[in-house]
C-alpha cells in the first residue's frame, strides 16, 4: 500500500508537467502562425519564370498596385515586380507556405522586403 501511495505525487507531477506543456506548446504555435511573413522571389530566379509567377499571381489577385504610376511600381525591376505579385498572392492566401512555393522560386520572410508602405504588401 505505501508502495502505490508513493507512485500518486510522481503521478500528479507529471500529469502537471505534461498540462503545463500543452498549454506552452499551443502558445507557442499560435505566436509562429501570427507572425507577419512576405513572400518574395528568390534572387536566382530566371526572367522566364519571374514572368510566368508575375502572370500566375496577378491571375488570381489584383495586381493593380503595380501599374505605371502606382505607389508600388518603383522600382520598375522585374524582380520587384515579381516578389510584390507573388506576395499579394500569398497574402491573399492566409500566408500559407504552399502559395508561396511558386516552384521554388520564393522565399518566405520575416522582414518586411519594402522600405516604403505598399497597401497590402506589408499586410
Known amino acids: 500500500m505505501a508502495r502505490g501511495v508513493t ?3 510522481s503521478l500528479s507531477l507529471i500529469s502537471a508537467a505534461l498540462i503545463l506543456l500543452l498549454f506552452t506548446s499551443g502558445s507557442t ?3 509562429a502562425q501570427s507572425q507577419k511573413t512576405w513572400c518574395v522571389a528568390k534572387p536566382s530566379s530566371d526572367e522566364a519564370t519571374l514572368l510566368a ?3 500566375y499571381a496577378c491571375s488570381q489577385v489584383d ?3 503595380l501599374q505605371k504610376g502606382s505607389n ?3 522600382p520598375d525591376t522585374l524582380m520587384s515586380h515579381a516578389s510584390i505579385a507573388m506576395n499579394l498572392y500569398y497574402q491573399a492566401s492566409g500566408r500559407n507556405s504552399p502559395p508561396c512555393h511558386f516552384k521554388d522560386s520564393a522565399l518566405v520572410v520575416a522582414t518586411n522586403p519594402n522600405n ?3 497597401t497590402l504588401f506589408g499586410h
Do not use: D
Open 116 to 118: 516604403r508602405e505598399i
Open 72 to 74: 508600388c511600381y518603383y
Open 7 to 9: 507512485a500518486l505525487p
Open 63 to 65: 495586381c493593380g498596385i
Open 29 to 31: 504555435v499560435t505566436s
Open 53 to 55: 509567377n508575375i502572370n
